[in-house]
Protein backbone atom coordinates (compact mmCIF):
# COMPACT_ATOMS: atom_id res chain seq x y z
CA UNK A 1 0.00 0.00 0.00
CA UNK A 2 1.56 3.33 -0.89
CA UNK A 3 1.79 6.36 1.73
CA UNK A 4 -0.63 8.25 -0.52
CA UNK A 5 -3.77 5.25 0.05
CA UNK A 6 -2.43 4.53 4.30
CA UNK A 7 -2.78 8.37 4.71
CA UNK A 8 -6.46 8.10 2.91
CA UNK A 9 -7.19 5.55 4.77
CA UNK A 10 -6.21 7.20 8.36
CA UNK A 11 -8.05 10.04 7.59
CA UNK A 12 -11.23 8.11 6.48
CA UNK A 13 -10.45 6.08 9.85
CA UNK A 14 -10.60 9.03 12.09
CA UNK A 15 -13.18 10.78 10.42
CA UNK A 16 -15.48 7.62 10.62
CA UNK A 17 -14.40 8.06 14.58
CA UNK A 18 -15.63 11.33 14.40
CA UNK A 19 -18.77 10.96 12.78
CA UNK A 20 -19.49 8.36 15.52
CA UNK A 21 -18.58 10.04 18.05
CA UNK A 22 -18.03 13.21 18.28
CA UNK A 23 -21.12 13.67 20.14
CA UNK A 24 -21.58 12.18 22.66
CA UNK A 25 -18.35 12.78 23.48
CA UNK A 26 -19.20 16.63 23.25
CA UNK A 27 -22.00 15.91 25.33
CA UNK A 28 -20.40 13.68 28.13
CA UNK A 29 -17.31 16.68 27.92
CA UNK A 30 -19.94 19.22 28.54
CA UNK A 31 -21.29 17.19 31.59
CA UNK A 32 -17.75 17.38 32.99
CA UNK A 33 -17.08 21.04 32.40
CA UNK A 34 -20.12 22.28 32.83
CA UNK A 35 -18.99 24.67 29.77
CA UNK A 36 -20.12 24.10 26.12
CA UNK A 37 -16.89 25.71 24.51
CA UNK A 38 -14.93 23.74 27.32
CA UNK A 39 -16.46 21.10 25.85
CA UNK A 40 -15.93 21.34 22.43
CA UNK A 41 -12.07 22.09 22.66
CA UNK A 42 -11.84 18.73 24.90
CA UNK A 43 -13.25 16.76 22.31
CA UNK A 44 -11.27 18.85 19.94
CA UNK A 45 -7.66 17.68 21.58
CA UNK A 46 -9.20 13.99 21.98
CA UNK A 47 -9.30 13.49 18.23
CA UNK A 48 -6.01 15.57 17.32
CA UNK A 49 -4.67 13.12 19.40
CA UNK A 50 -6.18 10.16 17.84
CA UNK A 51 -4.71 11.66 14.25
CA UNK A 52 -1.42 10.67 15.79
CA UNK A 53 -2.26 7.23 16.76
CA UNK A 54 -2.10 4.05 14.50
CA UNK A 55 -5.17 2.07 14.05
CA UNK A 56 -3.61 -0.80 15.25
CA UNK A 57 -2.02 0.53 18.34
CA UNK A 58 -5.87 0.79 19.36
CA UNK A 59 -6.53 -3.19 19.66
CA UNK A 60 -10.21 -2.12 19.11
CA UNK A 61 -10.75 -0.33 22.08
CA UNK A 62 -11.49 2.64 20.44
CA UNK A 63 -14.56 4.26 22.11
CA UNK A 64 -12.78 3.04 25.25
CA UNK A 65 -9.57 5.31 24.42
CA UNK A 66 -11.44 8.33 23.10
CA UNK A 67 -13.31 8.36 26.49
CA UNK A 68 -10.40 8.41 28.24
CA UNK A 69 -8.29 10.74 26.79
CA UNK A 70 -11.48 12.97 26.18
CA UNK A 71 -12.38 12.68 30.13
CA UNK A 72 -8.63 13.77 31.08
CA UNK A 73 -8.56 17.08 28.69
CA UNK A 74 -11.96 17.98 29.97
CA UNK A 75 -10.80 17.56 33.63
CA UNK A 76 -7.63 19.19 32.79
CA UNK A 77 -9.34 22.24 31.78
CA UNK A 78 -11.36 22.73 34.78
CA UNK A 79 -7.99 22.27 36.76
CA UNK A 80 -6.73 25.20 35.19
CA UNK A 81 -9.13 27.52 35.96
CA UNK A 82 -10.13 25.81 39.36
CA UNK A 83 -14.07 26.02 38.24
CA UNK A 84 -14.76 22.55 38.35
CA UNK A 85 -16.82 22.48 41.46
CA UNK A 86 -18.52 25.49 40.94
CA UNK A 87 -19.25 24.96 37.13
CA UNK A 88 -20.76 21.34 37.86
CA UNK A 89 -22.71 22.51 40.56
CA UNK A 90 -24.29 25.70 38.59
CA UNK A 91 -24.86 23.08 35.99
CA UNK A 92 -26.60 20.76 38.31
CA UNK A 93 -28.91 23.42 39.11
CA UNK A 94 -29.82 24.75 35.87
CA UNK A 95 -30.91 21.30 34.95
CA UNK A 96 -32.86 20.73 37.54
CA UNK A 97 -34.73 23.69 37.40
CA UNK A 98 -35.43 23.73 33.92
CA UNK A 99 -39.79 23.44 33.33
CA UNK A 100 -40.97 20.73 31.35
CA UNK A 101 -43.23 21.50 29.25
CA UNK A 102 -45.81 18.96 29.77
CA UNK A 103 -45.30 18.67 33.42
CA UNK A 104 -48.82 16.78 33.65
CA UNK A 105 -47.63 13.95 31.52
CA UNK A 106 -46.26 10.63 33.56
CA UNK A 107 -43.32 9.95 31.84
CA UNK A 108 -41.89 13.25 31.73
CA UNK A 109 -42.70 13.78 35.35
CA UNK A 110 -40.72 10.64 36.13
CA UNK A 111 -37.59 11.76 33.72
CA UNK A 112 -37.72 15.20 36.24
CA UNK A 113 -37.49 13.17 39.38
CA UNK A 114 -34.99 10.99 37.61
CA UNK A 115 -32.77 14.10 36.87
CA UNK A 116 -32.86 15.56 40.08
CA UNK A 117 -32.50 12.46 41.72
CA UNK A 118 -29.22 11.95 39.75
CA UNK A 119 -28.23 15.90 40.62
CA UNK A 120 -28.26 14.85 44.29
CA UNK A 121 -25.38 12.30 43.73
CA UNK A 122 -22.20 12.78 44.27
CA UNK A 123 -20.10 13.93 40.99
CA UNK A 124 -18.47 10.42 40.51
CA UNK A 125 -21.84 8.29 41.08
CA UNK A 126 -23.20 10.90 38.46
CA UNK A 127 -20.46 10.08 35.52
CA UNK A 128 -20.80 6.51 36.03
CA UNK A 129 -24.59 6.55 35.93
CA UNK A 130 -24.53 8.99 32.60
CA UNK A 131 -21.74 6.39 31.06
CA UNK A 132 -23.83 3.71 31.39
CA UNK A 133 -27.10 4.80 30.92
CA UNK A 134 -26.59 7.89 28.37
CA UNK A 135 -23.52 6.39 26.63
CA UNK A 136 -23.79 2.42 26.64
CA UNK A 137 -20.31 1.64 28.24
CA UNK A 138 -19.72 -1.56 29.70
CA UNK A 139 -18.41 -1.92 33.07
CA UNK A 140 -15.05 -2.84 31.74
CA UNK A 141 -14.77 0.47 29.90
CA UNK A 142 -16.25 2.92 32.29
CA UNK A 143 -13.51 1.48 34.89
CA UNK A 144 -11.10 1.91 32.58
CA UNK A 145 -12.23 5.82 31.30
CA UNK A 146 -12.62 6.63 35.26
CA UNK A 147 -9.03 4.95 36.60
CA UNK A 148 -11.35 2.81 39.08
CA UNK A 149 -11.44 -1.34 39.16
CA UNK A 150 -14.81 -3.38 37.51
CA UNK A 151 -15.80 -4.07 40.88
CA UNK A 152 -16.07 -0.61 42.60
CA UNK A 153 -18.11 0.94 39.30
CA UNK A 154 -20.16 -1.57 40.21
CA UNK A 155 -20.57 -0.60 43.60
CA UNK A 156 -20.83 2.90 42.29
CA UNK A 157 -23.97 2.23 40.33
CA UNK A 158 -25.48 0.03 42.59
CA UNK A 159 -25.07 2.73 45.46
CA UNK A 160 -26.07 5.49 42.68
CA UNK A 161 -29.38 3.48 41.39
CA UNK A 162 -30.45 2.73 44.96
CA UNK A 163 -30.12 6.56 46.19
CA UNK A 164 -31.93 7.40 43.10
CA UNK A 165 -35.10 5.26 43.77
CA UNK A 166 -35.22 6.35 47.51
CA UNK A 167 -35.28 9.69 46.10
CA UNK A 168 -37.28 9.38 43.02
CA UNK A 169 -40.50 7.41 46.22
CA UNK A 170 -39.72 9.92 48.28
CA UNK A 171 -40.83 12.82 46.13
CA UNK A 172 -43.34 11.22 44.70
CA UNK A 173 -44.90 10.25 48.30
CA UNK A 174 -44.22 14.04 49.16
CA UNK A 175 -46.29 14.80 45.87
CA UNK A 176 -48.94 12.35 46.81
CA UNK A 177 -49.42 13.89 50.22
CA UNK A 178 -49.94 17.76 48.75
CA UNK A 179 -52.04 16.37 46.50
CA UNK A 180 -54.31 14.96 48.94
CA UNK A 181 -53.85 17.74 51.17
CA UNK A 182 -55.09 20.31 48.62
CA UNK A 183 -57.91 17.71 47.77
CA UNK A 184 -58.77 18.44 51.59
CA UNK A 185 -58.39 22.06 51.59
CA UNK A 186 -60.58 22.02 47.67
CA UNK A 187 -63.73 19.68 49.93
CA UNK A 188 -63.61 21.79 52.42
CA UNK A 189 -64.28 25.20 50.64
CA UNK A 190 -66.69 23.46 48.78
CA UNK A 191 -68.86 22.71 51.74
CA UNK A 192 -68.12 25.47 53.66
CA UNK A 193 -69.61 27.43 50.20
CA UNK A 194 -72.70 25.10 49.82
CA UNK A 195 -74.12 25.30 53.75
CA UNK A 196 -73.94 29.01 52.84
CA UNK A 197 -75.82 28.89 50.27
CA UNK A 198 -78.51 26.70 51.89
CA UNK A 199 -78.40 29.08 54.49
CA UNK A 200 -79.43 31.80 52.04
CA UNK A 201 -81.63 30.15 50.24
CA UNK A 202 -83.46 28.90 53.28
CA UNK A 203 -83.19 32.58 54.69
CA UNK A 204 -84.88 33.74 51.74
CA UNK A 205 -87.98 31.19 51.80
CA UNK A 206 -88.27 32.54 55.20
Same mark, same amino acid.
Given at each position: ????????????????????????????????????????????????????????????????????????????????????????? /???? +? !? %?????? =?????????? &? *????????????????????????????????????????????????????????? /???? +? !? %?????? =?????????? &? *??????????????
Amino acid at each position: MSAVDSQADATRWVGEALERFGGPLEHYAQRLTGDPDRARDAVQETFLWLCRQDPGSLNGNLRERLYTVCRSRAIDAHRKDRRLRSASV /ALAQ +K !E %ALTPEP =NALAEHREDG &A *RMREALVKLPALQQEVVRLKFQHGLSYREIARVTGRSVTNVGFLLHKAMQAMRTEMK /ADGA +K !E %AANFDA =NSTDNSGRMA &A *RRVAEDGESNAARA
